[in-house]
C-alpha cells in the first residue's frame, strides 16, 4: 500500500518514524537520510505541527536537534493514523469496505469535494494497489476471496486508522475475552498498550462474526489439514464454541474454524504462548519444512548464498523459514503488515549487501514457486535481518594477543576482557615477552595486541602487521581502553562479515 500512497504523506509518515526510532536526530542526519533540504524538513516539519496540534509537537533545538514529544497520551499508532487520515487512496478505500448500501460513485466524489478527474485518478491508483493484492472492484465495493477482503480490511484498520463501520466496542470486548482465554498471562491493559504488535489479529478475530454471512474456501490451502493435527486447532474450536457461539448465539462452519487456523498461523499474536511442547515445534517444522515451495526456497539459498548449506543448518533459519511460511500463506503477503520497518534505521555496509542477495532470492523464488502479487520491501528486509543475524553465528572471535612480561598480569588483564567482552566475540592468546623472538609479534596479523604502558618504547621499534591494531593499556582498564577494542572488534568483525556475504 505505501508505495501508492500520496507522496507528501509517505514523506510526512517517513520522518515521523525516523523521528521515533531516533531519538538523537538532528537536521544534518534527516536531510541526509531522506535527501530532503535543510528547508523543506522545516517546512515539512510545520506542517506536522498543524496538523497534530495537541497530539504532538516536533520541535527544533539551536543544536539543530530534532525531538518528537507525544501530549494527551497520545501512541505513536495514533499520531501515524492521523496523518493517514489525509490520505485520498485510503479515503476512497474506506468508502469501499463500508459501501454496504453500494452508493454510487459520484456519492463518494461529491462527500469528499474531489473533481471528476482528480476522483478517476484516485480510483485507478486503488484498483492498481487491490490488484496487487488478488482483489477487484466491482459494483463500488471490493470483490475477490472472502479471506484475502478480511485480510485487507484488518490491514487497513491496524496499520492505517481505516475503520470498518461495523466494528463496535462490543466487537472488541469479545474478541478480547477470546485472546485472554487461550493466555493467563494477557490481561485487558496488555491487549490495549500492544495494539501496534496485536491489533491485526484481533480485528481479522472479530471477523469471524461481522462477516460471517460470506463464504469462505480454502481448498487450495494445502498444508491446512497437516496444521489441524497440532494441539491449537482443537483449541481454537472450543474457545471460538465457548466465547464466541455462546456469547453472540450463533453455529460456526467448519469452514469459519479454518478462517480461526488461518489468522492464527499468518499474524502475530500471543495466543497459546506458554503451551507449545518440542514435539509441537517438531511437527510446524516438519510441515512448514515439508512444503514443495520452502523446499525451493532452500535450494535457492544454499545456491546462492555463500556457505548456504551450513546457514540453512541453523536454529535460526528454521526460525526464519518458519516466518517466511507464514506471510507466503495462501499468497498473503502484500496483505500482511511485519514488524520489520526499513525506515530510519540506517544500513551497515552488511546489512545493504545482505539486503540485495536477499531481494534477489525472493525474485528468484517468486518466479519459480508461482509466486502471485508483488513483493513487500518490508518483506525483503525481514529476510535480510534474519541472514545478516545467521551470518555472525560463523564470524570467528577476534583474536585478542596480551604481551605481558608475568603470568600473573596476562591472567589479570585475561580476566578483565573475559568479564567485559562476549566470549564468542574475542579468542585470547598469550606472549610473554621474555621468551619469545621480536619477530614473532611482527608476524602476528590480525589480531588486537594488549600491551601496557611500560612496552610502548619497545613497541616502537617494531614492524607490525598493517592488520593488526596495538592497544596500550593500564592494569585498572579504564573505560576508554575498552572503548578503544570495542571499535577495533566491530571493525574485524565487519570485515569478516562482508568477507563471509
Known sequence: MDRYLETKIKYKIELCTFLFNNKNANINNITLYFNFSENYTKDLIKELNIQLENLAEITINKQKEIHIDLKNNM????????????????????????????????????????????????????????????????????????????????????????????????????????????????????????LAEFQFFEILLILTWKRKNYSLNFSIWKEKEALKEVFFYQRLKQNAQNIIEKNLSITLQESDYEYLLLTFCATDNCLYSDEWTKEDIKMIHNIVFNCPRIQLLIDI????????????????????????????????????????????????????KTRDKAEEILIEWQKKADILYEMPSAHVFSLALHLETIYQIFVPGTPITIVTTTITEYETL???????????????????????????????????????????????????????????????????????IEQVIQRYQQEHLLNLI
Open 75 to 194: 501512541t505513536q499508532q495514533q499520531i501515524l493514523h492521523k496523518i493517514y487520515n489525509e490520505s485520498a487512496i485510503l479515503n476512497y478505500l474506506h468508502f469501499l469496505i463500508n459501501n454496504h448500501d453500494q452508493q454510487a460513485f459520484t456519492y463518494f466524489i461529491e462527500k469528499n469535494y474531489h473533481s471528476i478527474a482528480n476522483a478517476y485518478r484516485i480510483k485507478n491508483k486503488a484498483e492498481m494497489y487491490l490488484q496487487s493484492c488478488g482483489l477487484e472492484i466491482k459494483k463500488n465495493q471490493i470483490e475477490g476471496p472472502e479471506y484475502r477482503i478480511r485480510f485487507l480490511i484488518a490491514l487497513l484498520y491496524s496499520k492505517y486508522g481505516i475503520n470498518y463501520e461495523e466494528i463496535r466496542p462490543e466487537d472488541t470486548k469479545l474478541a478480547r475475552k477470546f485472546i485472554m482465554q487461550t493466555n493467563q498471562i494477557v490481561d485487558e491493559v496488555f491487549l490495549e498498550s500492544t
Open 301 to 352: 539459498i544454499q545456491r546462492k548464498l555463500n556457505l548456504g548449506k551450513d546457514i540453512t543448518e541453523t536454529r535460526n533459519f528454521r526460525v526464519a523459514i518458519v516466518y517466511l511460511y507464514k506471510l507466503f500463506i495462501l499468497n498473503l503477503h502484500p496483505l500482511i503488515p511485519t514488524k520489520y520497518n526499513e525506515i530510519g534505521k540506517p544500513q551497515s555496509l552488511t546489512l545493504q
Open 414 to 484: 585475561a580476566l578483565q576482557l573475559a568479564t567485559k567482552f562476549n566470549t564468542h566475540k574475542i579468542k585470547l592468546n598469550h606472549m610473554l615477552l621474555t621468551t619469545i623472538q621480536p619477530q614473532e609479534i611482527a608476524n602476528l596479523a590480525g589480531n588486537i595486541i594488549i600491551i601496557k604502558p611500560s612496552m610502548v618504547n619497545y613497541f616502537e621499534k617494531l614492524t607490525l602487521s598493517k592488520c593488526s591494531a596495538v592497544i596500550c593499556v593500564s592494569m585498572a582498564f579504564l573505560p576508554e581502553h575498552l572503548a578503544q
